[in-house]
């Protein structure tokens, strides 16, 4: 990301870039997050990534598990619940557009 944007904040790079691993179950419910070692496999100080795991913490992806430890958070049958009908208004919602705005050569293809 920092390639395509020089001017990105680099806490925000790396909280982008944690949070998709984490709903994406790259790092499972309840996996350590270790701040140094997270700064050391990226080459950079500890403070951005400090400042991203707070956020995330802040956000409910992570939790204090003991003490400083961080872990990524469960997610609960109620958060399931609302996911779901989030994602089912969104598909719904993308496939009306798709029938508005198809064309003649995508309709062959399908």
Same mark, same amino acid.
């Given at each position: ?11 925000d790079v790396i ?8 709903i994406q179950l ?29 956020? =995330? ?12 430890? /961080? #872990? *990524?958070?469960?997610? @609960?049958? &109620?958060?399931?619940?609302? =996911? ?12 009306? /557009? #798709? *029938?508005?705005?198809? @064309?003649? &050569?995508?309709?062959?293809? =399908?």
């Open positions: 990301m920092l390639a395509e944007n020089p001017f990105l904040v680099l806490s909280y982008q870039s944690l949070y998709n691993d984490i790259k790092m499972p419910p309840d996996s350590r997050l270790n701040e140094s070692k997270i700064a050391e496999e990226l080459g950079i100080s500890r403070s951005p990534v400090k400042s991203a795991l707070s956020k =995330l913490e802040k956000d409910g992806l992570v939790y204090k598990k003991s003490g400083k430890i /961080l #872990a *990524v958070s469960w997610m @609960t049958k &109620e958060d399931g619940y609302s =996911l779901y009908e989030a994602r089912s208004a969104l598909e719904g919602f993308a496939a009306s /557009l #798709a *029938v508005i705005r198809i @064309t003649a &050569e995508q309709m062959k293809e =399908l």
